[in-house]
């Protein structure tokens, strides 16, 4: 069975930093592109960056541009998102999502496969 598992989330006050880790098993990790999507409180899904399979391209959400950093591991199975310079609206539910083809979309649909989530919340 494909798992995608993310971990790292918790609670940090504006300006500090977190860094979300994403477990891939159960399928060929460097075919897919990789992804973080997130969703805020009573708000819809959105994208937030897309690295390749060989991890060489990146691109982010404008949002987020300039505070996050995506990168993979191919040898571990493992994708990661270093996000420094929190803010309030970062706050959301973080899902790792895996896709055959370097895409970033905001539909559940845009994905092959999705983690369960974990929960950023930035707060004072």
């Known amino acids: 069975e494909v798992q995608l598992v993310e971990s790292g989330g918790g609670l940090v006050q504006p300006g500090g930093s977190l860094r979300l880790s994403c477990a891939a098993s159960e399928f060929t990790f460097n075919n897919y592109a990789m992804n973080w999507v997130r969703q805020a409180p009573g708000k819809g899904l959105e994208w937030v960056s897309t690295i390749d399979q060989g991890g060489t391209h990146t691109t982010y959400n404008d949002s987020v541009k300039g505070r996050f950093t995506i990168s993979r591991d191919n040898a571990k199975n493992t994708m990661h998102l270093q996000m420094n310079s929190l803010k309030l609206e970062d706050t959301a539910i973080y899902y790792c999502?895996?896709?055959?083809?370097?895409?970033?979309?905001?539909?559940?649909?845009?994905?092959?496969?999705w983690g369960q989530g974990t929960q950023v919340t930035v707060s004072s």
């Open positions: 999502a895996a896709r055959n083809a370097y895409y970033g979309g905001s539909r559940y649909s845009d994905y092959d496969y």
